[in-house]
């Protein structure tokens, strides 16, 4: 049952971002161009619901739907990682015209040229996991 | 309406919806660990300790990502009777000085992601960089635009704020700097 209901969210993300065109490497392009208000309403509309959600849930001690306590932790503390790591990703964000998400929603739209994109992005995980406690954290 | 493009504001509340099911399910929002995890199920575990990881833990975010699969299936070929994407007039000037005629017809640029174009190898080369970059970036970085910029800043976090800065440094460069060296007409 648990199993249908991830697969069901995934469609209903793969559905949303196909349809809003944050899928779309144009839409990525135009972003870093600013010529558009598209990606940032929707990143900015996606946090205003989200910070609320996420208050709400930490606040309410809520419980998770199969009744375990809900602790959401926080980022480990670090600058290296997150601005190096995040300049890298982000240039690749820009060529590729694709984060980790739209591409296994553009595998199944049927753009195969992206299965080299998700081939380099698994190749560039395994070489981080090889050499990862070579760099600054 | 839902065969038009969905606008900004439906689309954003929607995915913050989806993180917050997530984790009322006891799980995250973080499409870029499923990647590690690949690395895993493919014996990366026999190079290095840091893909022995329990693979059963990861199956949930695998589903998401099959679900993912089949929701792109649905949106391209259920949902979108036209593919072209309504980009601004400015971005497709750019885009056409850059060589991409294919701005503001098609979904994706056909110039990078047709079948016709991997006849050049030089797409190949740029398809496997940008991926590596990606894969290689948001392993380091500890996440992507699910686990970061929706999820870490959904909850006042201010390493993923820096990730997010980094990740529009690295943009901005690329789409400024690099792109004229790159797409030489």
């Known amino acids: 049952m648990k199993n249908v209901v991830y697969i069901i969210l995934g469609s209903f993300l793969g559905i949303v971002l196909y349809k809003s065109e944050a899928a779309s490497w144009f839409r ?32 309410s001690k809520i419980k998770s739907f199969f009744g375990e306590p809900l602790n959401i932790e926080d980022k480990e503390r670090s600058f290296t990682r997150y601005i190096v790591g995040g300049t890298l990703f982000g240039m690749g964000w820009a060529l590729a015209g694709s984060c980790p998400g739209p591409m296994y929603i553009l595998a199944g739209a049927g753009y195969w040229p992206i299965f080299i994109v998700l081939f380099g992005a698994v190749l560039g995980a395994f070489v981080y996991g090889t050499v990862s406690k070579k760099l600054p954290h | 309406m839902i065969y038009q493009p969905w606008p900004w504001y439906v689309a954003g509340p929607l995915i913050a919806i989806i993180m917050a099911l997530l984790i009322l399910m006891g799980k995250r929002f973080g499409m870029s660990s499923n990647l590690e995890t690949f690395c895993s199920i493919g014996g990366a575990g026999k190079f290095t300790d840091y893909f022995k990881v329990d693979i059963k833990s990861k199956r949930w975010n695998l589903l998401v990502v099959l679900g993912s699969v089949i929701g792109g299936f649905i949106g391209a070929h259920w949902l979108s009777p036209n593919p072209a994407v309504d980009i601004s007039d400015k971005t497709v000037v750019k885009l056409q000085e850059l060589g991409f005629d294919s701005a503001g017809t098609s979904y994706l640029p056909t110039e990078l992601f047709s079948l016709e174009s ?6 190949w080369v740029i398809l496997l960089v940008a991926g590596f970059l990606v894969g ?7 996440g992507c635009t699910s686990g970061h910029a929706i999820s870490g800043l959904s909850n006042l976090q201010r390493p993923s704020l820096i990730a997010v800065i980094g990740f529009f440094i690295g943009g901005l460069v690329m789409v400024h700097l690099l792109f004229p060296l790159i797409f030489v007409v």
């Open chain 2, 118 to 123: 991997l006849a050049d190898p030089k797409v």
């Open chain 1, 28 to 59: 990525i392009y135009e972003m870093f161009q600013f010529d558009s208000f598209h990606m940032y309403g929707i990143i900015s509309s996606a946090l205003a619901v989200g910070v609320v959600l996420v208050f709400w849930i930490k606040k």
């Open chain 2, 136 to 142: 290689f970036g948001t392993r380091y970085a500890g």
